[in-house]
């Protein structure tokens, strides 16, 4: 589910882009990550204190950041799918620091919200791609403990409450329709501080490449640490502007959630397909997952539908059932979803048909 639609103008945008193949220590990639981090700003309406960082490695690497820099000695995680399990194992791997797990199964809902603080750092999942469940924004536990929230799937379909997350983090080959390979980290005052104290300790050892206050001190002067894929930086910026010129989040919101309904409704109405997700409430507005009658085999379904070029309808592998799993990323035409659905119902008709014969 890494993959997204990539709008023709975005494709049209990179050609015509000059800053390919030029410095990022230069002006006009520091313009696009300048620009990158004025209309994340304005499309998420950040209050002034809370910051955005990036940095290479996608969301895979902020778990390695975050452990290092924004967990101190006690985490408490949700975990209710394979990316919130991820990022537990980080946490419990590393020696300074201890996890209490929440579990759901795949399906259903894990939360670790807390009256007193028990952790100093909370960390879910806000959409587990992995199973199509959506979790409500919600505080661990109040400040000074951390609320750490994994949105990559999700984030830019999705209004946020800003003081309910510390750092709300994401990579932009999902709802922004870029290319993999980078991390975004939207940071609170707390975070700021908590990562600025934690890498000052010198019994702490946190490589360059992890080091989130200088992550923070480079993205404030529109660079890097390292070298970034411009590609990607002018993908994602191209995507945001869109997004700005299209209404903003809540329109966004709105796009997405209009194709989830529609395969909702499809779902509902077809004797072979069923909605993984049984709770209304927790099913996610960007990756549905349907499952289907086991006599239709949707690895077969999948592979007939690539050789026509509509590709990555899968479920997840690991969760090891037949099952289609359909984004409605911002990018993603309602339109398209239902010629999507209109295929499946046509080679399902097909395959049933020649049982029967
Ligand atoms: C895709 C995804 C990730 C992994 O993102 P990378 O950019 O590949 O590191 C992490 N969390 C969630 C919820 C995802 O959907």
Redesign the pocket.
């Given at each position: 589910?890494?993959p997204s639609r990539i709008r023709p103008a975005q494709m049209d945008a990179l050609a015509d882009a000059s800053e390919l193949g030029t410095s990022h220590r230069q002006s006009p990639v520091k313009s696009r990550v300048a620009s990158i981090r004025e209309g994340l700003r304005e499309l998420f309406s950040l209050p002034p204190s809370y910051e955005i960082a990036l940095g290479n490695g996608?969301?895979?690497?902020f778990w390695a950041i975050a452990t290092s820099c924004l967990v101190e000695t006690r985490a408490k995680a949700a975990v209710f799918g394979e990316?919130g399990a991820k990022f537990a194992d980080d946490i419990s791997a590393a020696p300074w620091a201890s996890v209490d797990v929440v579990k759901a199964p795949p399906g259903e809902l894990a939360t670790v919200e807390d009256n007193a603080a028990t952790a100093d750092a909370y960390a879910y999942?806000q959409?587990?791609?992995s199973t199509g469940v959506v979790s409500p924004l919600y505080r661990g536990a109040p400040s000074p403990a951390l609320t750490l929230v994994?949105a990559?799937?999700i984030a830019g379909a999705s209004v946020v409450d800003w003081d309910l997350v510390d750092a709300y983090y994401f990579?932009p080959?999902?709802c922004f329709g870029s290319e993999?390979g980078l991390w975004i980290s939207v940071l609170s005052p707390d975070a700021l501080e908590r990562a600025q104290r934690l890498v000052a300790d010198t019994n702490r050892f946190v490589p360059a490449i992890l080091n989130l206050d200088e992550a923070v001190k480079a993205s404030r002067v529109d660079q890097t640490l390292n070298t970034p894929a411009i590609a990607t930086l002018i993908l994602f910026d191209e995507q945001i502007k869109w997004m700005l010129d299209n209404g903003g989040l809540s329109a966004m919101e709105k796009r997405a959630r209009a194709g989830a309904n529609l395969i909702h409704e499809w779902a509902e109405t077809r004797p072979f397909a069923s909605l993984f997700v049984a709770d209304p409430a927790l099913r996610s507005p960007v990756t549905t997952t349907v499952d289907l009658a086991p006599e239709i085999d949707v690895y077969d379904l999948a592979r007939t539908l690539r050789d026509v070029g509509i590709v990555d309808i899968e479920g997840y592998r690991k969760l090891g059932r037949n099952q289609l799993r359909i984004a409605s990323f911002p990018s993603v035409e309602t339109s398209d979803i239902g010629s999507l659905l209109a295929c499946v119902d046509w080679m399902v008709d097909q395959a049933t048909s020649q049982l029967s014969l």
């Amino acid at each position: 589910m890494g993959p997204s639609r990539i709008r023709p103008a975005q494709m049209d945008a990179l050609a015509d882009a000059s800053e390919l193949g030029t410095s990022h220590r230069q002006s006009p990639v520091k313009s696009r990550v300048a620009s990158i981090r004025e209309g994340l700003r304005e499309l998420f309406s950040l209050p002034p204190s809370y910051e955005i960082a990036l940095g290479n490695g996608g969301a895979t690497a902020f778990w390695a950041i975050a452990t290092s820099c924004l967990v101190e000695t006690r985490a408490k995680a949700a975990v209710f799918g394979e990316f919130g399990a991820k990022f537990a194992d980080d946490i419990s791997a590393a020696p300074w620091a201890s996890v209490d797990v929440v579990k759901a199964p795949p399906g259903e809902l894990a939360t670790v919200e807390d009256n007193a603080a028990t952790a100093d750092a909370y960390a879910y999942t806000q959409n587990e791609t992995s199973t199509g469940v959506v979790s409500p924004l919600y505080r661990g536990a109040p400040s000074p403990a951390l609320t750490l929230v994994d949105a990559t799937s999700i984030a830019g379909a999705s209004v946020v409450d800003w003081d309910l997350v510390d750092a709300y983090y994401f990579s932009p080959q999902k709802c922004f329709g870029s290319e993999g390979g980078l991390w975004i980290s939207v940071l609170s005052p707390d975070a700021l501080e908590r990562a600025q104290r934690l890498v000052a300790d010198t019994n702490r050892f946190v490589p360059a490449i992890l080091n989130l206050d200088e992550a923070v001190k480079a993205s404030r002067v529109d660079q890097t640490l390292n070298t970034p894929a411009i590609a990607t930086l002018i993908l994602f910026d191209e995507q945001i502007k869109w997004m700005l010129d299209n209404g903003g989040l809540s329109a966004m919101e709105k796009r997405a959630r209009a194709g989830a309904n529609l395969i909702h409704e499809w779902a509902e109405t077809r004797p072979f397909a069923s909605l993984f997700v049984a709770d209304p409430a927790l099913r996610s507005p960007v990756t549905t997952t349907v499952d289907l009658a086991p006599e239709i085999d949707v690895y077969d379904l999948a592979r007939t539908l690539r050789d026509v070029g509509i590709v990555d309808i899968e479920g997840y592998r690991k969760l090891g059932r037949n099952q289609l799993r359909i984004a409605s990323f911002p990018s993603v035409e309602t339109s398209d979803i239902g010629s999507l659905l209109a295929c499946v119902d046509w080679m399902v008709d097909q395959a049933t048909s020649q049982l029967s014969l």
